[in-house]
């Protein structure tokens, strides 16, 4: 029954990986966003999509590339991970462009 | 660019009582949305309640009811009877109507709420 699901929950990964964060909504929305949460608890979106076409891009490191397969999955590829990129990150999708369901968060360590 | 402040780090009250979180925004914009989200420690956002700016009256769910001001850009949450499960993060959040395609939220900084038994 869950709405929106990412994987992995936690990750903790050496500086200077590759790692991948996935996310599926069931909820047949249109839109999905990623945002980031830092130590300090503050929220930023970082990017959204649209029927496949990114349609934000914020102010994000090109290390952080979104990639759809399908209109149901957005998920988070991260190269080259640096220890400011330790976060807590959110998917998340809507319909009503209004309203956003959020994923439970992945926190990502970086050691 | 929006900005949304939350002016309360943290706030403490005791279990029952009414509490009142203060947010203020920032924007040229004339018809946008406010949103009060909470995350409690298993980490989930969830949807307290929304405001549409065009709307003159206040939001109210539950025991959730805000109080909007939209010459002071003001929008404070209200926790009547407040309950244990109430103690969470609770961030006030801004968007804008879009032009072309969906915007994202702007967040405040959150308040930490603790209901105390």
């Known amino acids: 029954d869950t709405a929106v699901s990412q994987t992995p929950k936690y990750l903790v990964t050496q500086m200077g990986n590759d790692k991948s964060i996935k996310c599926e909504q069931n909820?047949?929305?249109?839109?999905m966003y990623w945002y980031k949460q830092d130590s300090k608890k503050f929220l930023k979106i970082m990017f959204s999509y649209n029927n496949k076409e990114l349609i934000i891009n914020e102010t994000v490191p090109n290390r952080f590339s979104p990639k759809s397969p399908d209109k149901a999955h957005l998920n988070l590829h991260i190269n080259s991970l640096e220890l400011g990129d330790s976060a807590v990150y959110f998917c998340a999708s809507s319909q009503d462009w209004t309203r956003r369901f959020f994923g439970p968060g992945t926190r990502l360590t970086v050691l | 660019a929006q900005t949304v402040t939350q002016s309360q780090p943290e706030m403490s009250v005791q279990e029952a009582e009414t509490v009142t979180l203060s947010c203020t925004y920032d924007?040229?914009?004339?018809?946008?949305?406010l949103f009060w989200y909470k995350q409690p420690p298993s980490r989930q956002m969830i949807l307290v309640i929304r405001?549409?700016?065009?709307?003159?009256q206040n939001a109210t769910e539950n025991r959730f009811s805000v109080n909007f001001q939209k010459a002071a850009k003001s929008f404070s949450l209200k926790i009547s009877d407040s309950q244990l499960g109430d103690t969470a993060m609770y961030f006030c959040?801004?968007?804008?109507?879009?032009?072309?395609?969906?915007?994202?939220?702007?967040f405040g900084k959150g308040t930490h709420l603790i209901i105390q038994p």
């Open positions: 909820l047949g929305h249109d839109t």
């Open positions: 405001q549409e700016a065009y709307k003159q």
């Open positions: 924007t040229s914009e004339n018809n946008y949305y």
């Open positions: 959040a801004f968007m804008k109507q879009p032009g072309g395609g969906a915007d994202g939220l702007t």
